[in-house]
């Protein structure tokens, strides 16, 4: 029986879950889908400058786990933005919190 999965807190749900490249129309573009918490990783880490125990904690997440997410948050990031591809922000197992603990 599989362990089950924690819940990844979240502070806040983006107002802008798609980009897309200027001057493509959408049934031509390929799309990358970045997790809720691939999205959080990001942020913290990358847009607040946090390290990465205290961003795992604030997620309630390993940091083994939170630098996967990281990792893979980036890689679809650069993957959208180096190919072109539109970027779409959705889903993940996530609870949006809004204290600062």
Known sequence: MPRPRVFRRIRCVP???YFKPAGV???ELQEVVLGYDEF???RLKDLLGLDQQTAAKKMG???PTFHRLLTSGRK???DA?????A???EGG?????RSNS
């Open 81 to 85: 933005i180096v190919n072109g591809k």
């Open 93 to 97: 197992h996530v609870k949006i919190v």
């Open 76 to 78: 679809k990031l650069a």
């Open 87 to 89: 970027l779409r922000i």
């Open 15 to 17: 107002e802008v879950t």
């Open 25 to 27: 129309r959408m049934r």
């Open 40 to 42: 959080e990783a990001v």
């Open 61 to 63: 997440v390993s940091q």
